[in-house]
């Protein structure tokens, strides 16, 4: 290679001077020549290396077309030496003529060529070598570490669920469960790291030198020893903790039955309560109300009336005195004591639901206390409830004396539920400002709590509840196990069942709850394993049922276990919205991931099946909306499992952060949730738990951007964040902190925008800013937001929706409920905007589509691609009819909105297209549409309708003259469902071959007042419903129509003035109808006769002022309703209505 460039050199030495054989000679060429022939084949090397990576990753496809580039210039360079050097050689060095111009010109040149090639492949191959380099490394944790991690997680999860409910037992185990967790805990952090770098370099945007390098330099680093030493934890303390439970011969699937259901379907548990009938008795005397008819429970309704008669003196007597009590006092305590789980919530209910007690008392108010005493809460709640409004008071001062105002001269019920502590006499000042014969009803486990030395005021005798007597426990057993144990199928479970039942110790909150449990189950030996559980071995006082409520949790399926006991975050008494719960869920990530309307059904499936199974119990809240509860005893069990990395911040506790550091470890507790009302300056002490995973803020009324802004300093390793509902209309910049975070919810908050550092929140992969009302459409979001690779669920304010369709990630993780979209002609809707709008799901409205010119529609909303659309509203504008060539344009842009085959429903309104005849109507292509709907169309004729509707719905469609078209039975096969209303046009239908829909139930024409009806109507025996008014000629097909409508349940006719009878023999066909209406027949004179009346539940006659008065009807009409016997049927004809 040398020998031939210096021979070249030579040879044109006398032409080309020797300045230039100096520069040709110092350039080097043979050494660069030889050196890209000995690097190309590396750099293919790197190029097919780097191709098959397996994940994308953005600096090697920066710097790969820079690389392809540098290899197609060297071999360029090596091709033309090579060919330069066999035409020179292949001369035999006669180098004259035109061939010596070409070598001139060749080498005067060629020496740059090759530097430049040179140059670019070293610098380009470098570069790549060392990115391949950090590859390898990243390819090895990829595929190494994290499968080792993915195959131990499971193994350790199973442990935990496995051991946490023999802790009690066993203090070895209480002593390595943490340990266990928090390995568990490590391991998806490390899990989560690598995770993190795979996002950051999918969305990196930074070139290879600078910060994504340095980044992936630091962090490759250590990644291997850590997770190495991560992984050796976690298997060493799985294996102490199987050598652990080998030991102590606990069981090594702790969900051996929780999946398996019974296989027949269980009545839902009686509401009636079981044996307390006494106790409500003596309550409604001891508070002075005044008797009124019975309101006993369900035993208490079996009493005798002799039984009755022989107690009335009695207790007249006692309400006498009562009364007498009543005079001389302002206020009354009744105290309900009794241990946990024996119905002392349950009876203070009934007796606060009394109609009794509801007549008596002006003011009924229910406060759940628990053992976190708050008396500003209290109070708030109290005014609440009186006033219906929002107590937004601080000040303590006027709190009470507003409440004072409010309770003066007010009879009132008060019920503080579950008292662990004298200081509810705090309450006792405001009070006593209420009118005479108020009352409070405490209830509480120890009489201790009940010591008051209040003046004005009584301490009634206390109702000491019990558990209940053994006959009335075992038929309560056996209502909450939902099982009939006479029956065939159940009977040889009789026996195991009482033993279980003697164990329960009479408590109706274990009945319920193991009884739920034993409801699921469906053979022997499910119930023996219950019965022969080590759970029952557990050490535990007289009447201490926790072990009890442990076998219960212990036998739920694993996926409700996680469920419910992180229900610890929320304080005891705490009560919450189904939805509330369900988010908290997502949140938590206990939901596998589908999309978020799924998601949303399967955690209302979870909360509805731990309710059947009694955990959660329900209650009214001040608003008058259920809520739920978790009774305070299973709110303890959730405690001890979550106890270690669980941990709810009151404004009663905060004080115990500081007085219990050596009983609460803050290094293990990674999920926090926040109840502060009445002191922001508490919201710094979740600062102490640097190691939070998840943080839950509820029901705080002040916002700190300084204090928010120190979370997102010292709070690094949080994955999961709610805001919801908190007064914030900012995020600090420093949220870029959170690298970890996964989920944030910010739904509900005045925030207008969101900082550029929000971009770089690689790992989020759930965003809900739904209902951020205030947020800025356009510069409220910042532009590097396609960065946010993972984010998988965006529910976004509906006013940015338009805004986002040049940020993919963000459109394509939207989930998008209900959605409403005008159209306009300029700016941010127009209609080729629906085509970014892929997550929208259940119905879909789109408006002012006569803003949409000619097919844009079909080029540009893509509408077919709205898989998970199940309704489609289209509107046109109405308050203007349209030129031709406009309706034209308005049946151009209906072809054009072809949508979905998943759709099931269509509704179509204002279109003035002169006919409905869309292409994608025929041919199937609907296949799952069910239901159409034409409202206020102005359209001819309706040519073809998809065959798979089953219902129809045509109203305020002038101009329609016909439906002969469509409107057949061979057309529309599957149709249940006719209604057609207010088309005062329509002329002609098909309704001589009705009688061919043989699936119809359903048939409405009313306000048709055109219609010509040669023939007359037929029906199927299909007919449940039938209503005619106002029809036209079709008045004629009755009442021949409604011969062998067997199946009719509901008839109406109205305004048919040319009817004069209803033969009796039709009218007795009719077996099963139940409601009649028949309004305005002028000319109706005869009507069948009051026993046609006996099975019917409504009836309506009205404006037949010629029927006979033979029948015993009214001449203006008569109603009847309900079930009429003959008598009360007499008794109705006085009472009709016009």
Known sequence: MEGFWNRVIEFLEPTIGQSAVDALKSSAVSEKISWLQVKLPRARLLIERSESRGFIFKPIDELLPQLKEAINKAEIVLAEFKSQKQRLEGSNWRIQGE???????????????????????????????????MLDILKNPFKIHISRLCAALPRAKLLIERSECWRLKHKSIDELLPQLKEAVYKAEIEKDDIESIKRIIEGAEYRVEGELLNYLRNWITGVRDKAKITQDTLDYVCNEMEKLCQNHKIPENPNQFGNNARPITRSSYHAEIYGRDKELHDAIHLLGVHRSESCGTKKGKKAKKSKRAKKAKKAKKEHDSSQTMEKNRSLAILPIVGMGGVGKTTLAQMIYKDKRVQSYFNLRIWICVSDKFDLERMMKEIIECASGNKCNLSNFNKIEETLKEMLKRRRVLLVLDDIWSKEWQNLLGPIYKSSKGSAIILTTRSPEHLQCNGV????????????LEEKIYWDFFRSCAGLDFTAEN??????????????????????????????????????????????????????????????????????LKICFSFCSLYPKGHGFTVIELVRFWIMQGFIPKENLKRMENLALGYFHDLKNRCFFQSKTNHGGSEVYVIHDLMHDVCQSITKEECYCLEDTNFGEISLNEDNLNKDTIHHLSLFVRTNQFKLREVLKFKKAHSLLLVASPFYCKTTIKSWFCGLTCLRRLSLSNYYIKELPENIGNLKYLQYLDISNTPIEKLPDSFCTLYNLQHLDMCSCNKFLESPGFPNGSNKLTGLQFFRPPLQLVHFLTDKPN????????????????????????????TGVRGSFDIKSLGNVLKKEADDEAELDKQEFVHTLRLYWDADSRLPMSDNEIQREVLDGLRPHPNLRVLEIYCYEGATLTPSWMGDNLLSNLRRVSLNNCSTYSVSQLPRSITELEIEWCRGLTSLTDCLRPNLLPELKCIKIRWCIDLKSLPVESFSGFESLENLSIEDCAELICPTKMVLPPSIKVLKLRECGELENSIPSCLENLSSLKELSIHDCPSIVAIPDEVMRNLKSLKSLSINHYRNLISLEDEKFFKSIKDCVIRGCPKLKEARGINPDGRQLSDVPSSSNARKRKAGAQK
């Open 99 to 133: 061939l010596l111009n070409n070598c001139r010109n060749w080498i005067g040149g060629y020496p740059d060529t090759v530097i430049s090639a040179h140059c670019m492949l070293d610098h380009v191959c470098n570069e790549m070598e060392k990115i391949c380099g």
């Open 456 to 467: 004005n005021m009584t301490i009634l005798k206390s109702i000491t509840l019990e558990g």
């Open 490 to 559: 159940y009977g040889h479970l009789e026996g195991i069942a009482k033993e279980i039942c003697h164990r329960l110790k009479g408590s109706p909150l274990a009945a319920k709850t193991l009884g739920g449990l034993l409801s699921k189950m469906a053979d022997m030996e499910q119930w023996i394993y219950i019965r022969d559980s080590k759970i029952w071995e557990l050490e535990q006082g007289e009447h201490d049922i926790t072990p009890i409520l442990q076998l219960s949790y212990q036998h739920l399926p694993s996926h």
């Open 810 to 837: 963000l459109v394509r993780a939207m989930q998008l409920y209900d959605l409403e979209y005008d159209v306009v002609k300029h700016g941010g809707n127009k209609i080729g905007n629906l085509k970014h709008l």
